[in-house]
């Protein structure tokens, strides 16, 4: 029986898939994570919380807070460069 890969690997994949649609400056803006990305992350939180996460939930909260951190990165740049231009 196959294993569920982790929700940020399918995450990773959603959000490659997103930034190879060339999303407009708006899209780019108010991109949001899946709900059920936003519901696994605040599990792992809870888990972190309680002392309870394991080292492959803690690799997989890195992962989401990794890419949080590139989201807010690029949604800065795209607010940066929008100001340049008007």
């Not at 294993?3 to 407009?24: D, N, Q």
């Not at 919380?49 to 690799?59: K, M, P």
Request: hydrophobic share 35%.
């Amino acid at each position: 029986m196959a294993t569920k890969p982790p929700a940020s690997r399918s995450f990773l994949a959603e959000l490659a898939e997103f930034f190879a649609s060339r999303p407009s400056r708006e899209e780019l803006l108010n991109y949001r994570p899946p709900q059920a990305v936003q519901d696994r992350a605040e599990e792992l939180l809870d888990k972190q919380s309680d002392g309870a996460i394991s080292r492959e939930e803690r690799r997989e909260l890195d992962e989401f807070a990794y890419v949080e951190d590139l989201m807010r990165l690029v949604k800065a740049r795209v607010r940066c460069r929008q100001g340049k231009r008007m």
